[in-house]
């Protein structure tokens, strides 16, 4: 026996027409499929941008290394091992002066990746909840 007050008591998905839902069951199909690939091509720019920042740090410490063995005159190969031995050891005062300890160091850079992602996905920060909430709507569905 159905009454009007059941009506009230079913969700929105059973209380359509056949028609209305398969509708809904496409157009949310086609939503995920979106915003899946969305998601894809912002994780290829974040690893291409951060990929790109890690070979930014690269060329700064041979640049430094590079004007130490200029500065200091290098000229075999010994030489050469000496000053990167000694920029080495610079670096990592540096490190100590500037961050404290090797965890402190980890942590920046845990947060310069942070700060990277959040760049890059800007608005999207919560498209993989999005896609998840779409998936459940999809399996209450259908």
Do not use: C
């Not at 998601?39 to 700064?60: C, G």
């Not at 031995?85 to 961050?99: G, H, K, P, T």
């Not at 942590?107 to 992602?117: N, Y």
Request: hydrophobic share 50%; proline share 2%.
């Amino acid at each position: 026996m159905f009454d009007a007050s059941t009506k009230d008591i079913l969700p929105p998905e059973f209380t359509d027409s056949k028609e209305e839902a398969l509708k809904k069951n496409v157009a949310l199909k086609e939503e995920i499929d979106k915003l899946t690939l969305l998601k894809e091509r912002l994780d290829r720019r974040f690893r291409i941008v951060y990929f790109f920042v890690r070979i930014a740090l690269v060329i700064v410490t041979s640049i430094s290394i590079y004007f130490e063995s200029v500065l200091l005159r290098a000229q075999t190969l010994e030489d050469f091992l000496n000053f990167y031995e000694f920029s080495i050891i610079i670096l990592f005062a540096m490190n100590f002066i500037a961050f404290g300890t090797i965890a402190n160091f980890n942590d920046f850079i845990h947060l310069l990746k942070a700060k990277i992602e959040n760049w890059v996905w800007r608005r999207n920060l919560d498209l993989p909840k999005q896609i998840k909430n779409k998936e459940t709507e999809l399996t209450k569905l259908g």
